[in-house]
T-cell receptor, first 112, second 109 residues
Framework: DTGVSQDPRHKITKRGQNVTFRCDPI?????LYWYRQTLGQGPEFLTY????????KSRLLSDRFSAERPKGSFSTLEIQRTEQGDSAMYLC??????????FGPGTRLTVT | GIQVEQSPPDLILQEGANSTLRCNFS?????LQWFHQNPWGQLINLFY???GTKQNGRLSATTVATERYSLLYISSSQTTDSGVYFC???????????FGAGTRLFVKA
């Protein structure tokens, strides 16, 4: 078990471009979560999957954001037409049912 | 929605001192976790503690669910304890996880 991994670790993109991030959870975990964290703030919940089903989405997740978890394994988070306000750290976590969540190292997005 | 408040927001300690961090939440929760975020942004699990008391080395935590608060105790602090400590709760009946704003701890040598 190597923990939760995220790729890429850093992404710099120009405004208007699309970006996609990947998260690989701990293998036996059935729940996967995405968060966004800006400087000086706590992580903010974006969305949650149980297996392949996306069960809850935050109002923070605008129409430009989409997340998938095909086959209940890895997950992707796509941001279309990026804006400077999307610059943040994007964190992924996984858990086994309602037990503790384990976080990946995050993907730091900078939109120029 | 549920509110999670952490105090103090900032804390400066001399190495070797003890401290208590507090997390108040405004509604019933399914679970509660404490995390330490290191300077590289990695969130490290400290405790999964929806109720009761747990200890791990110099750290311990207590959650009183009926009174809607949790405490994190750090004893004999070390410079490596510096960073941000977050409390996070999962709402009852849902799966949304709410983080507090964190306590920023700096331990001086």
């Amino acid at each position: 078990d190597t923990g939760v991994s995220q790729d890429p670790r850093h992404k710099i993109t120009k405004r208007g471009q699309n970006v996609t991030f990947r998260c690989d959870p701990i293998s036996e975990h059935n729940r996967l979560y995405w968060y966004r964290q800006t400087l000086g703030q706590g992580p903010e919940f974006l969305t949650y999957f149980q297996n392949e089903a996306q069960l809850e989405k935050s109002r923070l997740l605008s129409d430009r954001f989409s997340a998938e978890r095909p086959k209940g394994s890895f997950s992707t988070l796509e941001i279309q037409r990026t804006e400077q306000g999307d610059s943040a750290m994007y964190l992924c976590a996984s858990s086994l049912n309602v037990r503790e969540q384990y976080f990946g190292p995050g993907t730091r997005l900078t939109v120029t | 929605g549920i509110q999670v408040e952490q105090s103090p927001p900032d804390l400066i300690l001399q190495e070797g001192a003890n401290s208590t961090l507090r997390c108040n939440f405004s509604d019933s929760v399914n679970n509660l976790q404490w995390f330490h975020q290191n300077p590289w942004g990695q969130l490290i699990n400290l405790f999964y503690i929806p109720s009761g008391t747990k200890q791990n080395g110099r750290l311990s935590a207590t959650t009183v669910a009926t009174e809607r608060y949790s405490l994190l105790y750090i004893s004999s602090s070390q410079t490596t304890d510096s960073g941000v400590y977050f409390c996070a709760v999962v709402t009852t009946g849902g799966f949304k996880t709410i983080f507090g704003a964190g306590t920023r701890l700096f331990v001086k040598a």
